[in-house]
C-alpha cells in the first residue's frame, strides 16, 4: 500500500528519494511527499496525485538534503489531498512517514490536543510525529523518543523519521508493515520495498516485528523490541528482474504473457524426482507432512482463490481434508483446530497484514503440525515465520490485478498435493504421470495466450455493460471468482461469480440481453452439467461468452460466442483456464480507459487491515 524511502549520504538524496518513490507506485497512492534536511532545516514538498507531480515541484524550487524521507500515501484516514499527504511533521524541527494504522489514534490525539498540541490533517500519523515531539521535549534521544512514541501506539506501523536536533541520523521501526534497509557505501537508505532501492544497492537488512534502525553515514545500528542490539542477516541480490514495461502497454499485460516462463522457473529442479518435489518445501518436508491429518488454508483475495481451487485437489487427490479461509475472517473468529493440521498461507508479497497475523495467531496451538507459506517473495515476514516454504518464481509483479502470481501459486499449490500424497502413501497417484502432465503446463499455457487477438474484439461487447456474471463448476468455480474478481477491479464493471449449479437458487433472476455470462467449460465429467445450466441462461436471453475445449464441441450461435481452448489434462485446467479470463479483464479495462495497472482505491500490497 503506501511506499516509505529513505536516505542518508554525503550527497543531495533528493534523486534517491524521488526514483525510489516511481518505483514503488505499483502499490497504489494518492499523493507524495518529501522531506530533506539541509542547513536551512527541513524542506517539505507535498502534492496530491502522481509522483510525477511532485518531482516537478521538488525541481522547481530546487530542494535538497543529505538526509531525507519520502512517502506515497494510500488513505485510510483522511480524505486524499496536500495537507493529509506525508512526510508530517511537529512545528519545523520533526518530520515523519509511516505505513499503517495506529488504532487508538483518537484518543491520543485528544490527550495531545489537551497538552497544546495543534493538528492541521485528519491523519492518524500527525498523532505520531507529535509524539514523538513530547518525547524529545521530555529528555529523550531521537531513537528513545520513536521507541516511547510506539509503546503508546496500538496497531500496524512502519516508521521512518528524521530531526533538525540530530541532522546525522535516519531513524526506522517496524511494527506489523515491512522496512528493509538498503547498505551503501558511506550512504545507507530504507524502504518498505527493497524494489524501491535497486538503483543505488543490491545489499539489504529486512527489520524484523520490533526493531529500531538507526542509519548513518558509517553504519546501521539495530535494536530487538527489547532494545538489545541486534545483528541481522544481510542479504545480496545477485540479479534482479527490471521492473520495466518494455514493448507492452501495462505492466498487467507483460506480466500475463510472462506466465509460461515464470511457470517454468517455479517448476524447475522440483519435478525431476520425488526428493526434489520434498526438497522444494524445505529440510524434512517429507517427515512434516506424512503426519498431516488436515490442512488449512488461509489467503487473501486472488490467493484465496487458489486456495479454492487446491481444496478440489488436496481432497480428491491426496484424500486429506482442507478448509479454506479468508484471512480476515479467520483471525478474529474461534476455531477448532484437529490434532496433526498443516496451516497454509499463500501470498504474493509475503507481508499481508491478515495472513500474517492469522499465522502469528496459530503459535499457541498445539494441534498444529506445521505452517507452509507458499509465496514470491524469499525475504518476505510470511517466508521468515514459516516452518516450510515453496517460494513461487514469478519475478516481480508490478501490476495491482495479480496474473503470474497467481497461476505459479496455483503450481506450488499442485505441488504440495503431490507431496502430501506422497509423503501419506496416497494410493493412486501417479506422480510420474503428473510431471509430465506439469512439464506441458508452459506450453499450453503458450497456447491460451494465442486467444489474445480475438479476446480483444469481443471485449468491446462489454465496454457499455455495467455487471457480468461469471460461471463454473467444479475447480472452475474458483477460476469464475478470479475472472469476476479481475473485471471488477481493474474495469469497475460489477461481476460476480457463481456455481453454474446455483443459478436456479437466484442469479438466474439476473440474466437478460443487458448482462453478459462468461463462462469456462473444459470437456470434463461436468460438462453436459454445465450445458444444461447454460441452456438456462439463454432461454432468458442472456449472451454468453464460452471458453470451451474444442473437443467438447459447443456450437457457436446467435447469442453464444465461443472460443476454444486447446485439450489440456484434467490436473492443468485450472492454471490453463485463467489465461482468458486475465486477457479478457485486460482489455475491457482499456477499451474503458481505466487505469489498469493502479485502478482507483486498491493497492498492491495490503499491509495494513
Known sequence: ??????????????????????????????????????????????????????????NEISAAGVLGIAHTRWATHGVPSERNAHPHMSGSDI?????????????????????????????????IVHLVHRALRGGNDLCAAVRAAAENMHGAFALGVISKSEPNKLVAIRFGSPLVIGLGIDENYLASDQLA?????????????????????????????DSVEVTRAEHELDSVEDAEKGEYRHFMLKETFEQPAAIQRTLEGRIESEQAL?????????EMLAGVNNIQIIACGTSYHAGMVARYWLEGIAGVPCQVEVASEFR????????????????????????LAALRGTLDSPNYCGRLAICNVDSSSLVRESELVFLTKAGPEIGVASTKAFTTQLAGLLLLVMAVARA??????????????LRQLPGLIEQALQLDARIETLAEDFVEKHHTLFLGRGPLYPIAMEGALKLKEISYIHAEAYPAGELKHGPLALVDKDMPIVSVAPNDQLLEKLKSNLQEVRARGGVLYLFADRSAKVKEEDGVIVLGMPPVPELLVPIVYTIPMQLLSYHVAVARGTDVDQPRNLAKSVTVE
Do not use: W
Open 1 to 58: 500500500m503506501c511506499g516509505i524511502v529513505g536516505a542518508i549520504a554525503q550527497r543531495n538524496v533528493a534523486n534517491i528519494l524521488l526514483t525510489g518513490l516511481k518505483r514503488l507506485e505499483y502499490r497504489g497512492y494518492d499523493s507524495a511527499g518529501v522531506a530533506l534536511l539541509n542547513d536551512s532545516g527541513i524542506q517539505r514538498v507535498r502534492r496530491q496525485g502522481k509522483v510525477q507531480g511532485l518531482e516537478d515541484a521538488v
Open 95 to 127: 518530520a515523519l512517514v509511516h505505513n499503517g494504522i495506529v488504532e487508538n489514534f483518537q484518543e491520543l490525539r485528544i490527550e495531545l490536543e489537551s497538552e497544546g498540541y495543534e493538528f492541521s490533517s485528519e491523519t492518524d500519523t500527525e498523532v
Open 197 to 225: 532501492l535497486l538503483p543505488v544497492t543490491n545489499r539489504f537488512i529486512f527489520l524484523e516485528e520490533g526493531d529500531m534502525a538507526e542509519l548513518t553515514l558509517s553504519g546501521v545500528r539495530i535494536t530487538d523490541k
Open 278 to 286: 520434498f526438497d522444494a518445501f524445505g529440510e524434512n518436508a517429507k
Open 332 to 355: 478474529y473468529r474461534k476455531h477448532v483446530v484437529s490434532p496433526g493440521t498443516l496451516f497454509v498461507t499463500i501470498s504474493q508479497s509475503g507481508e499481508t497484514a491478515d495472513t
Open 424 to 437: 501419506k502413501n496416497t494410493e493412486g497417484v501417479d506422480l510420474e504421470s503428473v510431471f509430465s502432465q
